[in-house]
């Protein structure tokens, strides 16, 4: 099985500074990474996913997380915000075992990212 | 390529009463995964299904059910509806044939309020 944990339930920050958001995973097996951000009343987008390859994964919108195997983390990380990324952001895990991860991702709480002028 | 379509997008249903919700996954995505959006439980997965089959289930109880159908829209049955049971329902549509390529695509989701 799988867990997630998300270390900061609100994160505010101004228009222009630094953001991390935090996450670490629990997993018994191997996992694919992803982040997904949810704007209100709306589903889940993509933002950006680990499946292999290089441990540094980048969004088309500035966002970059890098897969940390020794630490179990994927922080998701970006050098500038803007008004426009305030909405909550979770983060998401599926183990490589077979059938009991079949379509299963398992999320984390959700950090919500506040951008102030 | 259109998205993920969910239909209703909202519902208000009453106690003991039962609900249908429907999926319609990009076109050529053979997999659809559910999960139920609560404010105090977070996302929690209820079931996955490809080529028809239910593959994974999550911890939900047998009033929560499933099916796909051969063009790979799916429904979700929810019955004897409890207030516990309102939530945003979301449905994923799966990129991929196996767990090292598959990635999800959410739809705008089905709120069921239960009242």
């Known amino acids: 099985a799988q867990s997630v944990t998300q270390l900061d339930s609100q994160v505010p920050v101004f228009e222009e500074a630094p953001v991390e958001l935090r996450c670490n995973y629990s997993s018994s097996v191997s996992v694919y990474l992803f982040w997904y951000v949810q704007y209100p009343n709306q589903g889940l987008q993509l933002l950006l996913k680990?499946?292999?390859?290089?441990?540094l994964v980048e969004s088309i919108n500035g966002f970059e997380a890098e897969f940390n195997k020794s630490q179990t983390s994927f922080h998701l990380r970006k050098p500038s915000v803007h008004i426009s990324d305030t909405a909550e952001y979770f983060c998401a895990v599926r183990g490589n075992a077979g059938g009991t991860s079949y379509g299963k991702l398992t999320f984390g709480q959700g950090t919500i990212l506040t951008v102030h002028p | 390529k259109a998205g993920v379509t969910q239909t209703p997008r909202y519902l208000i249903k009453t106690r003991g009463q039962q609900v249908t919700l429907s999926c319609s996954p990009i076109?050529?995505?053979?997999?659809v995964s559910w999960y139920q959006q609560t404010p105090g439980q977070g996302l929690q997965f209820l079931f996955e299904y490809f080529s028809e089959t239910q593959r994974n289930k999550g911890n939900f109880p047998g009033r929560f059910s499933g099916r796909q159908f051969s063009n790979s829209r799916s429904e979700m049955n929810v019955s004897t509806l409890e207030l516990g049971d309102s939530a945003l329902y979301l449905c994923?549509?799966?990129?991929?044939?196996?767990?090292?390529?598959?990635?999800?695509?959410f739809g705008p989701g089905t709120r069921l309020t239960v009242l």
């Open positions: 994923a549509s799966v990129e991929g044939l196996s767990p090292s390529t598959d990635t999800q695509y």
């Open positions: 076109s050529g995505h053979r997999s």
């Open positions: 680990y499946l292999s390859g290089s441990t």
